[in-house]
């Protein structure tokens, strides 16, 4: 039976369809991999009260899916180099599937946060997953294809955040919060028959580093790579971006983890909706102009820099600023989170070799998430601890100083050259 989607054979997709289908394809996996997990932050009061849960233990429930992608993009990363990345977002999006519509189930917290565990391992899986098929299936439009699965992502966020309460009201009932775990659910099984039907094959039994593997890359990348040594070396070290990252995404993480809560402790309920919903959708306009300028802007320091100072600023207006200026604050940490994120996901497809890209995009996200899951987590034991409701948002003003040091500390260097990323294209557009 003729495939719908077409690859050379050295793994390429080729044809504008079959690149619309695939890129489509990997749009929803970012899409339906966040979904998932924000679709609980507008509806943790509900659960926090049905289960007579402390702060505490509402912060490890959000905190969860950050510390399982953490601690398991690594091992992800090995899995994907063994049995191939195609099969690995097959199975991470059954367990997602699988977790989310079980934990609809869970009459009490632990299986509550079992279920979470096993969806969180998906999503580890899935998203480790992806940047690795991107270098394989689009080796002349790794950023562009890294954006779009950023930006899945960052829509999947906006959308489950801004409308889980409102279908929740409308459809399932004031309280009916396990019902939303069922709406979210659903379309990722829907997801698992797409991406089983269309995306393309991948030849994982042809070595990397094989003349075949490398024929569409030894005509531009290798090429590249052969005249341009200096750029290998000032690529962003591992441990450096992982963690770097990781600011960006306790940011976001923490953010979402206790705008619910914190506005019922101060009484402004009201404004929840509108700034969780302005938090996540701010992202989407700051992931879409990054695009535009990554190559040009990625090892820079300065995004970090300004990034943290603006994070600094915004935490100290959500504190101490009225509430209706809710939304400038969220609207300024969702994106310049996203700048940080944005600039982060592409790196370890487009530095490394083909056979170094798995390896270093699991130890990239283990780290970033490792470093993300103590954002909720440490500032619900600060609001138990103090019964002082804005000591939960001090791990993301510390997170601000720290991308304020550690974006001082980069190499002066891009952490590759434009020039040499544009000849790459142009030689490949070329082979094709």
């Given at each position: 039976?003729?495939?719908?989607?077409?690859?050379?054979?050295?793994?390429?997709?080729?044809?504008?369809?079959?690149?619309?289908?695939?890129?489509?394809?990997?749009?929803?996996?970012?899409?339906?991999?966040?979904?998932?997990?924000?679709?609980?932050?507008?509806?943790?009061?509900?659960?926090?009260?049905?289960?007579?849960?402390?702060?505490?233990?509402?912060?490890?429930?959000?905190?969860?899916?950050?510390?399982?992608?953490?601690?398991?993009?690594?091992?992800?990363?090995?899995?994907?180099?063994?049995?191939?990345?195609?099969?690995?977002?097959?199975?991470?999006?059954?367990?997602?599937?699988?977790?989310?519509?079980?934990?609809?189930?869970?009459?009490?917290?632990?299986?509550?946060?079992?279920?979470?565990?096993?969806?969180?391992?998906?999503?580890?899986?899935?998203?480790?997953?992806?940047?690795?098929?991107?270098?394989?299936?689009?080796?002349?439009?790794?950023?562009?294809?890294?954006?779009?699965?950023?930006?899945?992502?960052?829509?999947?966020?906006?959308?489950?955040?801004?409308?889980?309460?409102?279908?929740?009201?409308?459809?399932?009932?004031?309280?009916?919060?396990?019902?939303?775990?069922?709406?979210?659910?659903?379309?990722?099984?829907?997801?698992?028959?797409?991406?089983?039907?269309?995306?393309?094959?991948?030849?994982?039994?042809?070595?990397?580093?094989?003349?075949?593997?490398?024929?569409?890359?030894?005509?531009?990348?290798?090429?590249?790579?052969?005249?341009?040594?200096?750029?290998?070396?000032?690529?962003?070290?591992?441990?450096?971006?992982?963690?770097?990252?990781?600011?960006?995404?306790?940011?976001?993480?923490?953010?979402?983890?206790w705008v619910a809560s914190y506005n019922q402790a101060m009484l402004r309920t009201a404004m929840t909706?509108?700034?969780?919903?302005?938090?996540?959708?701010?992202?989407?306009?700051?992931?879409?102009?990054?695009?535009?300028?990554?190559?040009?802007?990625?090892?820079?320091?300065?995004?970090?820099i300004v990034v943290g100072v603006i994070t600094i600023a915004s935490v100290a207006g959500w504190i101490?600023?009225?509430?209706?200026?809710?939304?400038?604050?969220?609207?300024?940490?969702?994106?310049?989170?996203?700048?940080?994120?944005?600039?982060?996901?592409?790196?370890?497809?487009?530095?490394?070799?083909?056979?170094?890209?798995?390896?270093?995009?699991?130890?990239?996200?283990?780290?970033?998430?490792?470093?993300?899951?103590?954002?909720?987590?440490?500032?619900?034991?600060?609001?138990?601890?103090?019964?002082?409701?804005?000591?939960?948002?001090?791990?993301?003003?510390?997170?601000?100083?720290?991308?304020?040091?550690?974006?001082?500390?980069?190499?002066?260097?891009?952490?590759?050259?434009?020039?040499?990323?544009?000849?790459?294209?142009?030689?490949?557009?070329r082979a094709e």
């Open positions: 039976m003729k495939r719908a989607v077409s690859v050379s054979l050295d793994g390429r997709v080729t044809g504008i369809w079959s690149k619309i289908i695939t890129s489509a394809l990997i749009v929803l996996v970012g899409f339906n991999l966040r979904t998932i997990i924000l679709a609980v932050p507008p509806i943790l009061p509900l659960i926090q009260h049905d289960l007579a849960l402390s702060y505490s233990e509402v912060g490890l429930l959000t905190a969860i899916p950050v510390l399982m992608i953490g601690i398991t993009a690594w091992p992800a990363g090995l899995l994907a180099e063994r049995i191939g990345g195609r099969a690995c977002v097959s199975i991470g999006l059954t367990l997602l599937g699988v977790g989310a519509l079980l934990r609809a189930l869970s009459p009490t917290v632990i299986p509550l946060y079992l279920c979470t565990v096993v969806l969180s391992l998906g999503i580890a899986i899935a998203q480790t997953s992806i940047p690795i098929l991107t270098r394989r299936w689009f080796p002349a439009q790794i950023g562009m294809v890294s954006a779009l699965f950023s930006d899945g992502l960052i829509v999947g966020e906006a959308i489950a955040a801004g409308i889980t309460v409102p279908i929740m009201l409308q459809f399932l009932g004031s309280d009916a919060w396990r019902g939303t775990f069922i709406v979210w659910g659903v379309p990722v099984v829907v997801l698992l028959a797409l991406w089983l039907l269309f995306a393309p094959p991948v030849h994982e039994a042809t070595p990397a580093s094989s003349p075949v593997a490398q024929s569409g890359e030894s005509r531009a990348e290798a090429a590249v790579r052969g005249d341009a040594p200096a750029a290998r070396r000032g690529h962003v070290n591992a441990l450096h971006l992982g963690i770097l990252v990781g600011m960006g995404s306790l940011i976001y993480y923490g953010m979402n983890a909706p509108l700034a969780l919903a302005v938090l996540n959708a701010s992202q989407l306009p700051v992931s879409l102009g990054i695009t535009f300028f990554a190559q040009r802007i990625a090892g820079r320091r300065w995004p970090f101490f600023a009225p509430a209706p200026f809710e939304p400038l604050w969220t609207a300024l940490l969702g994106g310049s989170s996203s700048m940080v994120f944005t600039l982060g996901i592409a790196l370890p497809p487009l530095l490394a070799q083909p056979d170094e890209v798995a390896r270093l995009t699991g130890i990239t996200f283990s780290l970033t998430y490792a470093v993300a899951f103590v954002g909720p987590f440490v500032g619900g034991g600060l609001w138990d601890l103090s019964h002082l409701p804005p000591l939960a948002f001090l791990p993301i003003g510390l997170a601000g100083l720290l991308l304020i040091i550690l974006g001082a500390l980069l190499p002066r260097r891009m952490a590759f050259d434009p020039a040499v990323a544009d000849r790459v294209v142009s030689a490949v557009n």
